[in-house]
């Protein structure tokens, strides 16, 4: 299951890059990770506290 969302994410991440600026994917995307999924619930976690203020589950 976790091999599953990490191909998800890879995905995401490909798709976001195209559409956001390079400034903002780096800051906000890049290093994002996904912690679990619930349905149709996805919670994400950075591995780095200034952004588990800002974005977390």
């Keep these: 299951m976790q091999q599953e969302l990490n191909e998800l994410l890879t995905k995401a991440k490909e798709l976001l890059k195209e ?5 903002s994917f780096d800051t906000w995307i890049k ?8 349905g149709r619930k996805c919670c ?3 591995s780095n ?4 203020r800002y ?3």
């Design 31 to 38: 290093n994002l990770e996904i912690e679990s999924m619930d």
């Design 55 to 57: 974005i977390g589950c």
């Design 44 to 46: 994400t976690y950075y």
């Design 19 to 23: 559409e956001i600026s390079s400034i």
């Design 49 to 52: 506290n200034f952004y588990k």
